[in-house]
């Protein structure tokens, strides 16, 4: 790059001033004066606008670049993503010509990436200005049928796969393996994109690639051809230390990788299936949640001030139970760390029996439980009991026995936080009775029921009003909503085109009082039980979201998958 002529350009831009402070915010970020100026905002009179006007360029905005074609066919995807540009063609001006070259860049005094550009595609071009959002956004639009791979040769016979733990850009790029190189794109581009897991279905042409984000599966693509499934999987074997001859029964393993500054474990399930074999891979980020754990409190899960102080209350208490129950992924556990976090005062001594443990904790014991060598959930809670400890969290209760000590545990002057699976806090009273558990035992050992739910949120960036049709509404059995202030996100640079960003928790608490007390033990009718929890303030989920959905902080469609 030519700094001197760079910095003309942008003292032609910029006041001195305004330079100093770039400088300055840049070097604190460590970044380059180019890149965070580019970074701040793209308002008429913005950084961007300023910019394009100085280099005499234009500057597109999304929907500009949308209204353009990808040439792929000329500049592959893989090497647009890595170089952070765009090869775009305009419409043709006439009916059989090919449109003009556009070349768009975040930068536009990177001579470096300029000249390169100019040496991989010869054919004339015209220079454009985007964020680096945006032209981010652009290619995650296109990742369903390109993504990393399509810069790989077409699938042939793999010629030998070593183990590369290393995934980034650079070692992609470098490896002679197709497979390799298929399996590690997929790896990275699913680390980048915040995936919980990656699915890999095996059908009759070939194999479908899915994240799951933000709880929902997401279709990234796919390859076809049964010889070219076979060796992905073949592939994912070899990295969790399976069996690649042995096609007929499931097989799980795991395998760690470093990427994006960071160690990653991976665990994996093999299921065999009538086209060959599915592969799901389970994204363990332990260092990243732990970041994330640090300081988490129970605020910061979306709940609302009803429900809040209710937890804090809980949480509070010096013994009983309090019990967390939803489907699996619905952020159980992350609501007990959050409540550990909130009476972790250094004071008490608290003990954690776990499968797996997934965040850690400072100044928690926790302890992984290992069923291979005999430590389960009730083994362990009983050494624990021997550990003198105040608080204990117990990650699940899946059998009698555990229920059985986690009660007694509660009844002898411990505090126990644990999880169960039902669908609301009155199915949890079923499956204790289920277990085997003493309903006079337990209402006198419970102080409460959380049941939650996470609903993904709106894009705050590309949120717009939105009307329901009349048939949802009909479906959401709503008649009047005039209160309601219906919000849907269009898609963006920030959330990848899918009108969603982040999640929030909702979630019904029921706290014990005499009065359920006594209708638990003498075996009162649900729903006569139900109908006094809600006279003294209990919630139902739905109500909740609703709650959501009326500030439009989500939608009815996303409610009504996730609550009904």
Known sequence: MNAPREMQHLAQAFSAAELQQARAAALTQGMGLIAWLEGQDGQPGGWLARLAATAGVPALGMEELHALRPAFDLLPYGEALQRECLLMRAEPLAEGTEGDLVLVVSDPFNTDLLAWAEERVRQPKQLQLAHRADIAAYLARHEDSLRAMDSLAPMQQATGATEGEDISLRSISEDASPVVRLVNSTLYDALKSGASDIHLETAGGGIYIKYRIDGVLASVGGIHGSENAE??????????????????????????????????????????????????????DKERLSDQVTGLRLEALGFDAQTMRALRALCQEPYGMLLATGPTGSGKTTTLYAAINEINHGHDKIVTIEDPVEYQLAGVLQIPVNEKKGLTFARGLRSILRHDPDKIMVGEIRDGETAQIAVQAALTGHLVLTTVHANNVFD??????????????????????????????????????????????????????????????????????????????????????????????????????????????TRVLRDVGLDLVRQGETTLQELNRVVR
């Open 231 to 284: 060796q992905v999987i073949s592939r994912i074997k070899v990295m969790a230390e399976l069996d690649i001859a042995e096609r007929r029964v499931p097989q799980d393993g795991r395998f760690k990788v470093a990427a994006l500054g960071r160690d990653i474990d991976i665990r994996v399930s093999i299921m065999p299936s009538i086209h060959g074999e599915d592969a799901v891979l389970r994204v363990l």
């Open 428 to 537: 949890v009273l079923g499956r204790f009775t289920h277990m085997g558990v003493d309903p006079y035992s337990l209402v006198a050992a419970l102080n409460g029921i959380v049941a939650q739910r996470l609903v993904r949120v709106n894009c705050p960036d590309c949120a717009a009003p939105d009307t329901p049709s009349a048939e949802l509404l009909a479906e959401s059995g709503l008649g009047d909503v005039g209160g309601f202030r219906f919000m849907a996100g269009r898609g963006c640079a920030g959330c990848r085109g899918t009108g969603f960003k982040g999640r929030k928790a909702v979630a019904e608490v029921l706290l014990l009082d005499d009065e359920l007390r006594e209708m638990i033990v003498t075996k009162e009718p649900v729903r006569r039980i139900k109908e006094a929890a809600h006279r003294k303030g």
